[in-house]
């Protein structure tokens, strides 16, 4: 007598466009689990991981936006999206890049999406199309956002205690392309992480 649960009433997924969706919501939980492996060059054992790091540059690319007059809810999106890749091929360090090549990210998000409803997939694949593309406003904010979240990052790391990471704040700052990301890099590098717990005194 067979033991497996019953299947009656059960859609595959390749044939259930909500199932679909869901899948890549499962997948994109694998975000939260994944760390990004840059770090370990510089010390760190256990870094952020790449979900963490896409909020923040979430976060970071709606302020952004604001200062520059992009669309702080584009961006947003775009942001979000930028690393979902990464379920499906890992955060690959910069150095490992001389030695392998991998699918384009447009290419790897078509996969991801493809059993979604295809309103979905279309959203997701025109928005990590026009984040890799880098042409309009709203893709070069939500770019120097990336950037910025990695440079805020490893001043945080140096706060901790991690000496070397000044090469990640220096490449950081030289792909920023937009003015107001400039001054927060410039914020960030004479900061202090922690200067939020002692707010100015109430009136």
């Not at 033991?3 to 899948?23: N, V, Y």
């Not at 880098?134 to 120097?144: K, P």
């Not at 945080?156 to 107001?180: C, F, K, N």
């Not at 900061?191 to 707010?199: R, V």
């Amino acid at each position: 007598m067979s033991t497996s649960p019953p299947d009656e009433g059960l859609i595959p997924m390749g044939t259930d466009p909500h199932a679909g969706a869901m899948s890549f919501i499962f997948e994109a939980g694998v975000l939260k689990r994944a760390a990004r492996t840059g770090w370990w060059f510089a010390g760190v054992k256990h870094p952020e991981s790449i979900a963490e790091h896409s909020f923040r540059t979430a976060l970071i690319g709606m302020m952004l936006a604001a200062m520059e007059g992009a669309d702080p809810g584009r961006v947003s999106m775009l942001c979000v999206l930028h690393d979902t890749q990464e379920t499906r091929i890992t955060d690959i360090p910069h150095i490992a890049k001389r030695y392998l090549t991998a699918a384009p990210n447009t290419a790897v998000t078509a996969d991801q999406v493809a059993a979604c409803p295809p309103a979905v997939a279309n959203v997701i694949n025109a928005a990590v199309a026009e984040y890799e593309a880098g042409e309009t406003l709203e893709a070069s904010v939500a770019r120097d956002a990336d950037k910025l979240e990695c440079l805020v990052q490893a001043v945080e790391y140096r706060h901790q205690g991690v000496a070397d990471v000044q090469r990640w704040i220096d490449s950081s700052r030289a792909a920023l392309r937009t003015t107001s990301a400039h001054r927060l890099a410039d914020a960030a590098v004479s900061g202090a992480p922690m200067a939020w717990l002692t707010p100015p005194a109430l009136p």
